[in-house]
């Protein structure tokens, strides 16, 4: 009876792991750490620098124009945060098409009609500071320029905790 009730215990053990691992895989930055430092260049041109982002929350997307969860994330990404939001001096939202040159982010954007702050990142430079593999992508970083959220894919549920976590930090 002992040795069985080890067994279930090390086993219950290893899947908790196995689950917490899964769950940071292809993560570079995680909950709690400093974003990296970053250059980010606009379609218009213009430099937004991480160390300029302090003081603000921020949420960064990454995504892809031919990723399907990233289509059905990025509408509710410009109705519940970029809408709601936008205006406000204390908050960024970067949204950052990986492996996509600026060409490509302004058809992108003129297709499906978004006035969300897009930014291309070709070879995936400020991607790989953050990942290494998996669209889309959220990071919400508090204004001391901490990770305090981060999620992988795109289901509603999930959404739903990362608008959560928004609002509480901008409320």
């Known amino acids: 009876m002992y040795s069985i009730s080890k067994y279930f215990l090390a086993l219950s053990l290893l899947f908790c792991i196995v689950i917490e691992v899964s769950a940071q895989e292809g993560d570079v930055v995680q909950k ?18 991480s160390m300029d982002l302090k003081g603000k929350v ?26 709601k939001y936008g205006k406000r001096t204390d908050f960024s939202l970067l949204v950052i098409g990986r492996g996509h040159d600026a060409s490509e982010i302004i058809k992108f954007q003129k ?19 953050f990942a290494d593999k998996y669209i889309p992508r959220n990071y919400i970083i508090d204004k001391d320029g901490k990770v305090v959220y981060l999620s992988t894919g795109y289901t509603e549920q999930e959404f739903e905790l990362m608008l959560e976590k928004l609002n509480k930090l901008l409320d």
């Open 32 to 49: 709690g750490q400093q974003i990296p430092e970053f250059n980010l260049i606009s379609i218009s041109g213009d430099t937004i620098r």
């Open 58 to 83: 921020v949420l960064i997307n990454f995504f892809a124009t031919w990723c399907k969860p990233c289509l059905m994330e990025l509408p509710h990404v410009q109705k519940d945060v970029w809408d």
């Open 111 to 129: 297709k499906y009609e978004f006035d969300l702050p897009l930014f291309p990142d070709k070879d995936k430079n400020i991607y790989k500071l």
